[in-house]
């Protein structure tokens, strides 16, 4: 079993950038597919990012592509996030979370093991 923390929210303003890092213990990240998602106040939780195995193949929501890069280092055991020309419906909390299975999945109960969150706010 994998344990995963995300790292590096914050608050910044609009036209920012943040990096988000989801380090994992327990397990090696590359056994699994990773996604980011997040969940702004009183909405559900929404896909953001996910990388296959390798990281060779990505896939994003259409409201970040552009702006968002997901990638991994499999050195560190980690994945990270890449935001950048940040807007304030970007505000919200941001989990990642590992899959054990084959294939791009959106959904959130597609993924077995999940972070604990972290907070990022974009202020206009």
């Known amino acids: 079993q994998v344990q995963l923390v995300e790292s590096g929210g914050g608050s910044v303003q609009t036209g920012g950038s943040l990096r988000l890092s989801c380090s994992a213990s327990?397990?090696?990240?590359?056994?699994?597919?990773v996604g980011w998602f997040r969940q702004a106040p009183g909405k559900e939780r929404e896909f953001v990012a996910t990388t296959t195995r390798s990281g060779g193949g990505t896939y994003y929501t259409n409201s970040v592509k552009g702006r968002f890069t997901i990638s991994r280092d499999t050195t560190k055991n980690t994945v990270y996030l890449q935001m950048n020309i940040l807007k304030p419906e970007d505000t919200a909390v941001y989990y990642c979370?590992?899959?054990?299975?084959?294939?791009?999945?959106?959904?959130?109960?597609?993924?077995?093991?999940w972070g604990q969150g972290t907070q990022v706010t974009v202020s206009s």
């Open positions: 327990g397990r090696t990240l590359s056994s699994y597919y």
């Open positions: 979370a590992a899959r054990n299975g084959d294939g791009i999945y959106m959904r959130s109960d597609s993924y077995d093991y």
